[in-house]
């Protein structure tokens, strides 16, 4: 092997690409195709639980509703109802404010236990606050 022998065949001129940087167009790998859609799932959120439906207040579980004191402490006390229920995102004030109205207002309706019932709801911590008494709880 002189030299002139394999390795001098291997040698390119300057400025020319070597071989292994030319690649024949056979041996280019093949474009990757993406993943198909229906391979991959979503995780899915867990579903929400049902919120318990109150019946809305009417004539057929009031009859007295057609009462104007009835009808007002009925719409207050919805009012209370989600107040109470959204206080810890907002304020529990506004309900409670409602159902006191209701013990001020409307005290010789049912509305008014139901009004002391969702005074107990607050937690203790808003009721010393907002200075929800014993009596006005009913306890």
């Avoid at 390119?12 to 229906?38: I, K, L």
């Avoid at 057609?66 to 107040?83: C, M, V």
Wanted: proline fraction near 14%; glycine fraction near 6%.
């Amino acid at each position: 092997s002189g030299p002139g022998g394999s390795i001098a065949s291997a040698k390119t001129a300057p400025g020319q690409p070597t071989p292994a940087a030319v690649s024949p167009a056979s041996s280019a790998p093949a474009p990757v195709s993406p993943p198909q859609a229906s391979s991959r799932v979503a995780p899915q959120p867990a579903p929400a639980p049902a919120p318990v439906a109150q019946a809305p207040i009417t004539a057929e579980n009031d009859p007295d509703i057609l009462n104007p004191d009835h009808y007002q402490a009925a719409r207050l006390l919805e009012g209370a109802k989600q107040f109470i229920k959204l206080g810890r995102y907002t304020t529990y004030k506004r309900g409670i404010d409602m159902c006191r109205e209701i013990l001020r207002d409307y005290a010789h309706t049912p509305y008014a236990d139901q009004a002391r019932k969702q005074l107990q709801l607050v937690p203790e911590r808003y009721r010393a606050i907002y200075k929800v008494t014993n009596e006005e709880m009913g306890l």
